[in-house]
């Protein structure tokens, strides 16, 4: 099945003007080819893997604005201390402007040391949602994902913190007795957003604060959830913006994601084409998790790789699977007819490398139609990892 790409980066185009993010772009969506001399080339690579759209593709969006107000986010509220099924915070509304991605160092501190004193360090032992210590297998994450208080990144942000919860939860709910193992709802929290320019520091990437994230994340670990903080770092160093939110990672319930759509090579700007990593910047990644899970005595942390395009991760082979403190995961995420999207799913599995979990994303919006549960689960291997945006 032929891969409509030019349908992805207009959804793309359409789910950024709508958040504010083109501020500052001369067009809807660039045309030009992506420019990044590591990126794969030939007819054979950009047809291993489908975007998971049918033939019978929806016409173009309409146009969308030039000009557009900046991300929403939304205000901290008090952190929750003590572990409770539901939880009733004040309404959380957008009322701040996320502001441009702050200056990064070139790399983070290489050793995480660990902190005493706060409650961001896990108690010795500490254990993951559903017990244990090891994530996969034996358990299955479901995720809202979005950002809070931005409808149109997805479904996390569709409603307030309590609500988000509460939606998480009924989600997770449907998977019970559908998988072995603990079920856990998931937020999966987009920390660093894709935007349209390059903002003060030229990353093209807005970190959101942490003291907006802490309030989300203090709630989910109190109500029993798992949180990954997903990052889109344009031009941004991985390791720079992951070490911005070393606090909360420090923490046993929360992992990290990578978008590769949204990592930008020299010269690319967002939307010519897709973005890519290499494995060497997802390696160091994975090594700089792992100081830190063994510093600070956590349980395995997640490390999620979105992938619906197979140059996304480059080199894809030589990704390391076997360190024992991180539990690496393909997450196939692309969206459209059940057809195509299976179609992208054998493609993702095929080059993967051994030793790496497998997770699915359902839209509810732009999947044609959405899966069902029993559909979801129904591949091999079996998700551990199923995410809603």
């Known amino acids: 099945?032929?891969?409509?790409?030019?349908?992805?980066?207009?959804?793309?185009?359409?789910?950024?003007?709508?958040?504010?993010?083109?501020?500052?772009?001369?067009?809807?969506?660039?045309?030009?080819?992506?420019?990044?001399s590591s990126s794969r080339t030939g007819a054979s690579a950009s047809s291993a893997a489908t975007a998971s759209y049918s033939s019978g593709n929806p016409a173009t969006p309409p146009g969308y604005p030039v000009t557009v107000p900046t991300l929403p986010t939304a205000p901290p509220?008090?952190?929750?201390?003590?572990?409770?099924?539901?939880?009733?915070?004040?309404?959380?509304t957008?009322?701040?402007?996320?502001?441009?991605?702050?200056?990064?160092?070139?790399?983070?501190?290489?050793?995480?040391?660990?902190?005493?004193?706060?409650?961001?360090?896990?108690?010795?032992a500490a254990e993951l949602p559903g017990g244990g210590r090891t994530m996969f297998p034996g358990r299955t994450l479901v995720a809202l994902y979005g950002h809070p208080g931005t409808p149109s990144l997805g479904a996390l942000g569709q409603q307030d913190l309590d609500e988000s919860i509460e939606r998480a939860e009924r989600v997770a709910a449907t998977y019970r007795g559908r998988v072995a193992g603990p079920v856990i709802p998931t937020f999966e929290i987009i920390a660093t957003?894709?935007?349209?320019?390059?903002?003060?520091?030229?990353?093209?990437?807005?970190?959101?604060?942490?003291?907006?994230?802490?309030?989300?994340v203090d709630a989910a670990t109190a109500a029993g959830m798992y949180v990954i903080l997903d990052l889109q770092p344009g031009r941004a160093n991985l390791l720079a913006q992951a070490n911005h939110y070393v606090d909360l990672l420090r923490r046993p319930h929360v992992g990290l994601a990578i978008d590769p759509e949204w990592k930008l090579g020299p010269g690319q700007r967002p939307l010519q084409g897709f973005g890519g990593?290499?494995?060497?910047?997802?390696?160091?990644?994975?090594?700089?998790?792992?100081?830190?899970?063994?510093?600070?005595?956590?349980?395995?942390?997640?490390?999620?790789?979105?992938?619906?395009?197979?140059?996304?991760?480059?080199?894809?082979?030589e990704i390391v699977t076997d360190d024992a403190n991180v539990a690496v995961v393909i997450h196939m995420d692309g969206q459209g007819s059940p057809a195509g999207k299976n179609s992208t799913w054998a493609a993702v599995v095929g080059a993967a490398p051994p030793g790496v979990f497998f997770g699915w994303k359902n839209f509810f919006a732009k999947d044609r139609p959405m899966m069902d549960q029993a559909t979801t689960l129904a591949r091999t291997p079996v998700p551990v990892m199923i995410s809603y945006q």
Not at 77 to 92: H, K, L, Y
Not at 196 to 214: E, F, H
Not at 288 to 298: E, G, I, P, V
Request: hydrophobic share 40%; charged share 15%.
């Open 94 to 124: 957008p009322s701040t402007t996320l502001p441009g991605a702050t200056a990064m160092s070139p790399a983070p501190p290489t050793s995480p040391a660990r902190t005493t004193g706060t409650s961001a360090i896990a108690s010795p």
């Open 1 to 36: 099945m032929r891969a409509d790409h030019g349908y992805r980066r207009r959804a793309a185009a359409a789910m950024l003007a709508a958040a504010g993010l083109l501020a500052g772009c001369t067009a809807p969506f660039a045309s030009a080819p992506a420019t990044s």
């Open 277 to 317: 990593v290499d494995a060497d910047e997802v390696n160091g990644v994975i090594a700089w998790l792992s100081r830190l899970t063994a510093a600070n005595d956590l349980p395995q942390k997640v490390l999620v790789l979105h992938q619906f395009h197979l140059p996304m991760l480059r080199d894809e082979e």
């Open 77 to 92: 509220t008090a952190a929750r201390s003590s572990p409770v099924t539901r939880i009733t915070p004040p309404s959380m």
């Open 193 to 216: 957003v894709a935007r349209g320019g390059p903002g003060a520091d030229g990353t093209y990437s807005a970190q959101t604060p942490v003291s907006t994230l802490r309030p989300w």
